[in-house]
């Protein structure tokens, strides 16, 4: 099925592992490539908690699963329920190295919850789905879309996420098979 790099999906402590298996087949589907949920154990994300912030440092998330996952051959996608953060910003939804092996996404702001609503699994799934597609595809070497309908537009809340669909616009689509994953 490989037309690109496989992607490893893993679980990074604090974690629900409960929301990674059913990434798998839309992530196969957009990226043309086989996708695996990792069974290791998840990888300890406290060594990246800033105590001060309450949050997680995406970047050295980032560098950990590439020191953990050295020779994996694909992409790797590293999910988390800790609220991500870099420096320069108060969150962020994920990150990703650009035309790298990374990628990692937070379900915390994507949860209904977070926002005083009641939960709502099926909108959590889609919103961490669009962003584990987001983020990958900066991974594949996707920048920011002018599209708004297209996954890779640019999204600071969660309502930018939301008017989104999941899809990649025909122009990013080309990209990625054009550049071959």
Same mark, same amino acid.
């Given at each position: 099925?490989?037309?690109?790099?496989?992607?490893?999906? +893993?679980?990074?402590?604090?974690?629900?592992?409960?929301? $990674?298996a059913p990434l798998a087949?839309?992530?196969?589907?957009?990226?043309?490539? /086989?996708?695996?949920?990792?069974?290791?154990?998840?990888?300890? *994300?406290?060594?990246? $908690?800033?105590?001060?912030?309450?949050?997680?440092?995406?970047?050295? $998330?980032?560098?950990?699963?590439? !020191?953990?996952?050295?020779?994996?051959?694909?992409?790797?996608?590293?999910?988390?329920? *800790?609220? $991500?953060? &870099?420096? +320069?910003?108060?969150? &962020?939804?994920?990150?990703?190295?650009?035309?790298?092996? +990374?990628?990692? +996404?937070?379900?915390?702001r994507l949860r209904d919850e977070?926002?005083?609503?009641?939960?709502?699994? !099926?909108?959590?799934?889609?919103?961490?789905?669009? !962003?584990?597609?987001?983020?990958? *595809?900066?991974?594949? *070497?996707?920048?920011?879309?002018?599209?708004?309908?297209?996954?890779?537009?640019?999204?600071?809340? &969660?309502?930018?996420?939301?008017?989104?669909? !999941?899809?990649?616009?025909? /122009?990013?689509?080309?990209?990625?098979?054009?550049?071959?994953?």
């Amino acid at each position: 099925m490989a037309q690109t790099s496989p992607i490893l999906i +893993v679980a990074i402590d604090p974690v629900d592992r409960s929301l $990674l298996a059913p990434l798998a087949a839309p992530l196969a589907g957009t990226f043309s490539t /086989d996708v695996e949920v990792t069974r290791a154990a998840p990888l300890d *994300g406290s060594f990246a $908690l800033n105590v001060s912030r309450n949050q997680y440092g995406s970047t050295p $998330l980032i560098s950990a699963l590439l !020191e953990k996952f050295e020779d994996f051959r694909g992409r790797i996608l590293g999910v988390t329920s *800790g609220d $991500l953060f &870099v420096p +320069v910003l108060t969150y &962020v939804f994920g990150e990703a190295q650009l035309g790298g092996k +990374v990628a990692v +996404v937070s379900s915390h702001r994507l949860r209904d919850e977070y926002y005083g609503l009641a939960p709502n699994p !099926e909108l959590l799934h889609l919103r961490l789905l669009k !962003e584990s597609i987001h983020e990958l *595809g900066h991974a594949f *070497g996707l920048l920011h879309c002018r599209d708004y309908l297209c996954v890779m537009h640019s999204s600071t809340g &969660v309502e930018e996420i939301d008017l989104k669909t !999941e899809k990649l616009c025909a /122009d990013c689509e080309a990209k990625i098979f054009r550049a071959g994953g």
